[in-house]
T-cell receptor, first 114, second 115 residues
Framework: AQKITQTQPGMFVQEKEAVTLDCTYD???????LFWYKQPSSGEMIFLIY??????QNATEGRYSLNFQKARKSANLVISASQLGDSAMYFC???????????FGAGTILRVKS | ETGVTQTPRHLVMGMTNKKSLKCEQH?????MYWYKQSAKKPLELMFV???????ENNSVPSRFSPECPNSSHLFLHLHTLQPEDSALYLC??????????????FGDGTRLSIL
């Protein structure tokens, strides 16, 4: 079974600064995938970035990067140069090799201040 | 635009009504999912379909009835719902059920309110 823990219910960041959203996971699978999603107040879930358990490089997508520390079982999302439009709920999720489920964390609300 | 379209965006219904939620994906995917998102609760997976066949039902009450006529369309038929069923219902799709590297792509959701 997989488990995702996001310990930060809410975060504030000043516009143009970087912010790190924490995610730790638990699994006994050797192969797994880690995902981050953004959910604005309008409701849609937007896929941001993916990291595979065997990937040697940390994933990056534009202003998003994933700080993957396998030994610590953490997959933190780093957003650089925050923008007001980054204000949203952010979910970390994982998928193991034997299941078809995406397991989600509880989410972190990010507020970007001008 | 995620390639997954849900209608309606908002729905208000009484407990005795019958309504349906619709999901359509234009991504050529073979797997589709229904999720329920209630306030202050984690996302709950309800149903999974792969190549039109239901592969998972997470103990969902029978007042929710899914239908998948083809790989591009997924419906959720609702009848005699309860107030606790008020939530955001999200549809998602992925290429199929294999591969840990497949993200699920979500629609905008239907915000359902039961009176």
């Amino acid at each position: 079974a997989q488990k995702i823990t996001q310990t930060q219910p809410g975060m504030f960041v000043q516009e143009k600064e970087a912010v790190t959203l924490d995610c730790t996971y638990d699994t006994s699978d050797q192969s797994y995938g880690l995902f981050w999603y953004k959910q604005p107040s309008s409701g849609e879930m937007i896929f941001l970035i993916y990291q595979g358990s065997y990937d040697e490089q940390n994933a990056t997508e534009g202003r998003y990067s994933l700080n993957f520390q396998k030994a610590r079982k953490s997959a933190n999302l780093v957003i650089s140069a925050s923008q007001l439009g980054d204000s949203a709920m952010y979910f970390c999720a994982m998928r193991g090799e034997y299941g078809n489920k995406l397991v989600f964390g509880a989410g972190t609300i990010l507020r970007v201040k001008s | 635009e995620t390639g997954v379209t849900q209608t309606p965006r908002h729905l208000v219904m009484g407990m005795t009504n019958k309504k349906s939620l619709k999901c359509e994906q234009h991504l050529g995917h073979n797997a589709m999912y229904w999720y329920k998102q209630s306030a202050k609760k984690p996302l709950e997976l309800m149903f999974v379909y792969n190549f039109k066949e239901q592969t998972e039902n997470n103990s969902v009450p029978s007042r929710f009835s899914p239908e998948c006529p083809n790989s591009s369309h997924l419906f959720l038929h609702l009848h005699t719902l309860q107030p606790e069923d008020s939530a955001l219902y999200l549809c998602a799709s992925s290429q199929d059920l294999g591969g840990v590297n497949q993200p699920q792509h979500f629609g905008d959701g239907t915000r359902l309110s039961i009176l």
